[in-house]
């Protein structure tokens, strides 16, 4: 059983739901997926429109007072019902909200007590202090920089799902269409879903070649849950140490990233059991296989030869 309220005043909306059977981390993580839900389909609707419309969103996790209402039913029957919610919580979650304006990568913020909650999800925050409106305090928010959806979108039968999937799925639309560093997880959330939906393993082999063409679409990416993606890629294709460095820089950079610590313990094990590998001879090896297979539009015809030369003298070396 759940209970949810939506007010809606000019171009403002406030949505407060509580489920008893969910934990704190499950509610907060379902608003930050349908925040992510909401602004894709806002932007496939605005599409054609000469401004695009920029959409913040604040989440606050905390207790508010419910104001009881005693209704009829349809037998006549006074129930008590929720008539009202009220609290500093409501007009906290409104002040969060009103950081969003300033955000870089998301613009959906987060309260420090609802980001507190998710320290073992796949999500990466940055954090500001900000001055809200009626508080003397600076207070520590949380801006969502990137985040790995596993259900994108949520129902695949709500209105409009069908062209959302579609746009996303395309890997050359999809370039274009990434405008923003949130569409970023938008796309890999999308195509992952599809991957792990697909029922037949040419349909997996399609939509993991767009993870991967996604993922490697840079040679300059910013995006770390895009770089996590990198370094399972890696692992999967059996290059442990290149996996290895991209989890270091990720650790070391985010140390808040849960997801690539664990991962790295994996990486830094498996390159342990490589008795062949070296580590001055590994980077330069990572540089001249990624440049070579991933971008190779970058290199010169010298620099493909003597990448080339690089790699097949390190094969000879290690056989």
């Known amino acids: 059983m759940y209970y949810s309220q939506v007010d809606a005043r000019g171009d403002e909306g406030t949505i407060f739901y509580y489920n008893p059977d969910e934990s704190p981390d499950d509610l907060i993580f379902k608003a930050i997926q349908f925040s992510y839900e909401l602004k894709a389909r806002i932007e496939l609707l605005d599409n054609d429109s000469p401004k695009s419309m920029k959409v913040g969103i604040g989440i606050h996790f905390d207790k508010v007072a419910i104001i009881p209402e005693i209704l009829n039913d349809e037998k006549g029957t006074p129930r008590s019902v929720i008539g009202a919610l009220q609290g500093f919580s409501i007009n906290y979650a409104k002040r969060i909200e009103s950081c969003s304006r300033v955000g870089k990568y998301s613009k959906i913020i987060l ?128 290059k442990y140490t290149q996996k290895l460095e991209y989890l270091r820089n990720l650790v070391k950079a985010y140390p808040e990233f ?16 490589k008795a062949e590998e070296r580590v001055e001879l590994v980077f330069e090896r990572n540089i001249a296989d990624e440049f070579l297979n991933k971008f190779n539009e970058y290199l010169s015809t010298e620099e493909r030869k003597l990448y080339k030369q690089i790699l097949e003298e390190q094969k000879v070396t290690s056989s």
């Open 258 to 273: 849960i997801h690539a610590r664990i991962k790295l313990a994996e990486a830094c094990w498996e390159v342990s059991q």
């Open 111 to 238: 309260s420090k007590k609802a980001a507190s909650c998710l320290d073992g999800d796949p999500i990466v925050f940055t954090k500001q202090l900000s001055d809200l409106k009626g508080i003397e305090r600076s207070e520590e928010v949380f801006e969502v920089q990137s985040v790995f959806i596993d259900k994108l979108p949520y129902d695949k039968s709500f209105h409009g799902s069908e062209e959302f999937i579609e746009k996303y799925q395309s890997h050359e639309e999809t370039c274009d269409f990434i405008q923003e560093p949130w569409q970023k997880s938008v796309a890999l959330s999308v195509l992952s879903t599809s991957y792990n939906d697909a029922r037949t393993k040419s349909l997996q082999a399609r939509y993991k070649k767009s993870i991967s063409e996604l993922t490697w679409l840079k040679p300059m990416e910013d995006d770390p849950i895009l770089l996590f993606t990198r370094a399972k890629l890696c692992g999967e294709d059996e």
